[in-house]
């Protein structure tokens, strides 16, 4: 107790980067599209149009039909330009992410497991 300090340990700092497993989600599944009927009517072949419609619907009345102007088809052919755009951005944002953070290297999964480093696609060795 005569004014004599005890000299405090030296605080020992270790920084080292740490791996973390970053779980990437299953893509969804492609999709399956079923190609609709589509046809070109005019005032030429109304009638066999309307017949043929009977036939395939299977009923003796007036067939029930939905029409699109050209603009109209003009702009629903667009929007699916657009549709399609938007999905491939998508698709490459979540190819760039799961790209990055994918580990060059197999990670260490306990008892001498190791996981491979799986991308969307491989990474070339140089």
Not at 1 to 16: K, L
């Amino acid at each position: 107790m005569g004014g004599r300090r005890a000299v405090p340990n030296p605080v020992e700092i270790i920084t080292e980067p740490i791996q973390i497993e970053i779980y990437h989600p299953p893509l969804p599944k492609a999709i399956q599209l079923e190609r609709p009927d589509w046809f070109v009517v005019s005032e030429n072949n109304i009638d066999d149009f309307l017949a043929k419609l009977s036939k395939i619907q299977g009923v003796e009345a007036v067939p029930t039909f939905f029409a699109l102007s050209p603009q109209g088809y003009e702009k629903m052919s667009g929007n699916l330009q657009e549709m399609r755009r938007y999905i491939l951005e998508q698709k490459e944002i979540i190819v760039y992410y799961k790209t990055v953070t994918t580990p060059e290297e197999p990670t260490k999964m306990g008892d001498g497991i190791e996981r491979p480093s799986i991308g969307l696609y491989p990474r070339d060795k140089e």
